[in-house]
């Protein structure tokens, strides 16, 4: 249980991380 919400925890991160990456790089970019 505590290792399955750590791994989704973790990868919610990564996605909203990624996504925050690619609109910050959109908006620089014009």
Known sequence: SDIYQEMLSKALANHF???????????VLG
Not at 18 to 27: E, G, K, P, Q, V
Request: proline letters at 0%.
């Open 17 to 27: 991380g990624a996504r925050l990456l690619i609109f910050d790089a959109n908006s």
